[in-house]
């Protein structure tokens, strides 16, 4: 390992995304329940046409309203984890491989003064948004939906114009193509490797940079068959900067394939569902109803979730139960004698370190997460930093938390008591920790880690506006606005 | 199809790679016997850190005479190709939608005169080369190696001045790389519709640039992994632009993957091998003997085979005996009465077509291919042209040839007997075609489809010194020259 040491990797957010993804696969579950009973199953053929004719036609007036809604979100928390992550050693290290590449300066660099062209830029702002596996969540197949898409469109529309109406169309149609293909595919094609982030994030970005430059049916269809032949990312990688790397790389794989579809670069008419087309090669289940099912009407982009907490989800549930404890007692860590939670075994399985030595170990100790929400009433990056890890304070708090596996506590609970010195007993019950579909984040909550993220990085008030262009991007007359203003002069 | 006539996409050499492909797999086998036997199976562990081990560690010197020789034959043939399919209406769309985002000019089209950033120049040479499927074939894997490493050592020899000696070293290391991480998995990753020049092209770029960039061993590590991370292809995609796509999308994938590496962009240490590493996750078959067995002693490199006719392989032995008695007998059409052959069921399933109407639709009939065998002495691009499959001379011959399925015949074969108007019986028996590894085409023959692909898009001249420097190119003092010469000013 001649030019990383041991302590870099583990700075790169290297191993939290193991956990995150065993545990939201046991989520997925619960999600799952939300979804209406699937119509019965389509022909399987025509299924990329049926796909594509919906892209082309699909109107921003057409989306409900939760959707909509759910669509902004997706948009400001997604910019917020991309300014966040926007000076991490994995990033810098892109800008620099790849500047000697770049084409035009086209599009912005969350967070950074650096332009580069759209692809090379949505390529590294989706980098910037993973690294600390903090964006948003497709809890039914684990994509991160955002990343692909938001780094591919918020880089053409800074080229191109967009209104901010498109703009959302467009993202909308987006997750919902990546999700609805995840669907279809998922857990079979999760489970045997792919990164479905990736694979099915690819789609996404053709899709809604196909939109955005108004390609027709058949040319909808050649970016899907072109998205569909450049897959990005194996589960092997998680745990390298090579988990960022593959949102990033579906972003530029898409707008690569919008781009040559809109100058009439062929691919199959049936690239999806073909015997050797993408979903029979890349995995032993195919479900083309989840594709083709109630398009306009049913909407994977109405589900996404949004992490509360900079660390795998497993741990939400207790740190949710800590900080309502310490808000509603006015807690501080002198006045606790020992706190009992009853959790999961995964919660121990994924996250049993006793004594973390630094940020990144930290985000895989139920011990510090506990410790650092009583006595810091949040649980961001800050709170998984080196800084907090070694906090003499916390660390005296960590020896105080008493997990017990407890049969009957599924994954998403958990059952928390602290008792204080002073003999009180304070006693909650999670049921959907914060940032579940069923208790989601509110829209405060999303500003806190927004504002919380851009700490550092870009100043106050630049932080304010970028999320009031993201609350008002349907009234904007050009979305491109929002990657400039979150860039730094 | 509101943009291309039903014409033009066959004028793609669309349906071609299918009649390919299918035959390729039965000449497979022969070709493997010519292997040694595997040596014990290698541990499941440190594949990817062995193959980055030898990569960097392997020397010009180290090559055997036959190794370099047909790395020099593998890189004339390619640079042929390349130039011959430059003017293609694939070619012209990738230009053109590719051109608003390219970095500096830092490398040529062959053929052309637009100049593009490294790895946009190597995708649109990489399609360019693969558009009459008239490339170089490893038979045991069908992949066409010279595509992915080629396109992508070349672009960089433009902007990074490199010696002929490192050129062909790299080219060496490229193609034994993806050929071996082909054998890994073939037939069953293919089998199941990955289209492996693709997939394994991938790797072969990214060794041959990071062998060129002079990366350690661990950052050879990550640039494997990162290739890992961006296969490419499907074969749903054969019969339309996409198939050609591949090949360049994997060059400009393996340029990525290498760049990354170079600074230090991490990934696995076990891409390769890992439970949820590519191989595992991509194909049903890993044998990673063929990936680490021998390396420096046994060369796939040595192994490539380069077509001598522009169609599937399953007519060369017709075309091969046609040329043969043609040229032995000073035949011309007006002198044959009829010709019988004996042929595999193979020969009319694939190709059985009577009376094609186009160039595309000849390359699918045996009985054009005897024909203009037969008028011209020659299988290449003219002679599937439009033009050769519409000349009366043709036309009228190919309603005397008169194919047999015969037992005992295997694809390879051909037994052909010319009978003619004067009562002659004129008997030749095909055991290899030219152009298998038993029978290879001659550096003569290499030259004549080289300046026959050139003839009509760079000076005879001009094509002249780019065979010359080709083949003395471990010689040069800058490999750049190659691409730099084979463009138009």
């Known amino acids: 390992m001649p030019f990383t040491t041991r302590r870099t990797l583990l700075r790169t957010a290297a191993a939290l995304p193991l956990a995150a993804s065993m545990t939201d696969r046991v989520f997925a579950q619960s999600a799952d329940k939300a979804v209406p009973a699937a119509a019965p199953k389509a022909p399987v053929k025509d299924v990329t046409r049926t796909l594509a004719h919906y892209l082309v036609t699909a109107k921003y007036d057409d989306l409900p309203e939760n959707v909509r809604k759910e669509g902004v979100r997706t948009l400001l928390n997604w910019v917020g984890v991309a300014i966040g992550g926007s000076h991490h050693q994995t990033v810098d290290i892109a800008v620099s491989a790849l500047q000697p590449f770049s084409g035009p300066p086209q599009a912005s660099l969350f967070g950074r003064k650096e332009r580069f062209d759209i692809m090379n830029a949505a390529f590294i702002n989706g980098v910037s948004s993973h690294i600390f596996d903090y964006d948003d969540t497709h809890l039914k197949t684990i994509i991160h939906p955002a990343g692909p898409v938001a780094s591919a469109i918020l880089a053409y529309s800074e080229m191109q114009p967009v209104s901010g109406k498109d703009f959302l169309n467009a993202l909308v149609l987006g997750v919902e193509t ?43 269809v050649w970016a899907i068959g072109l998205a569909a032949s450049q897959p ?66 049913r909407y994977e982009a109405a589900l996404n979730t949004y992490k509360p907490f900079a660390c795998g989800i497993v741990m939400h549930p207790a740190i949710d139960a800590a900080i309502q404890l310490r808000n509603e007692n006015k807690l501080t860590a002198d006045q606790i004698d020992h706190v009992d939670l009853k959790v999961h075994p995964l919660v121990l399985e994924l996250t049993g370190k006793t004594a973390p030595h630094d940020g990144l170990e930290s985000k895989f100790s139920i011990y510090h997460a506990v410790a650092v929400a009583i006595v810091e009433g949040a649980g961001g990056e800050k709170q998984f930093s080196d800084r907090a890890a070694t906090d003499p304070t916390i660390v005296a708090l960590r020896g105080k938390v008493k997990p017990v596996v407890t049969p009957g506590i599924t994954p998403a609970q958990v059952d928390m008591t602290i008792v204080t010195k002073d003999g009180r007993t304070l006693h909650k019950y999670i049921q959907h920790a914060i940032g579940s579909v069923e208790v989601p984040m509110t ?47």
């Not at 995840?182 to 094609?189: C, E, F, I, K, L």
């Not at 194996?234 to 579809?261: D, Q, W």
């Not at 999806?272 to 479900?287: F, H, M, P, V, Y």
Request: with cysteine.
């Open 232 to 297: 990005v990312g194996l589960r092997e990688s998680f745990g390298s900067m090579n988990k960022s790397f593959n949102p990033g790389r579906a972003a530029a794989n898409g707008i690569f394939a919008a781009v040559l579809a809109a100058k009439n670069y062929t691919s199959s008419d049936q690239m999806l569902e073909a015997k050797r087309g993408w979903a029979n090669t890349i995995s032993t289940k195919q479900d083309y109803n989840e594709i083709t099912g109630d398009l306009g009407k």
């Open 178 to 220: 990546e999700c609805r293909i995840g669907n279809a595919v998922y857990p079979n094609h999760y489970d045997v490797g792919w990164h479905i982030t990736g694979t099915a994030g690819v789609f996404g970005s053709a899709a809604a940079i196909g939109k955005l430059m108004n390609l027709n049916e058949q040319q909808m």
């Open 443 to 489: 829209d405060k909550q999303l500003e806190t880690k927004f504002a919380d993220l851009a700490e550092g990085v870009i100043p106050a008030d630049q932080a304010r506006k970028v999320m009031d262009l993201c609350w008002k991007v349907e009234t904007l007359e050009n979305a491109g606005d929002i990657a400039r203003t979150a860039a730094t002069a």
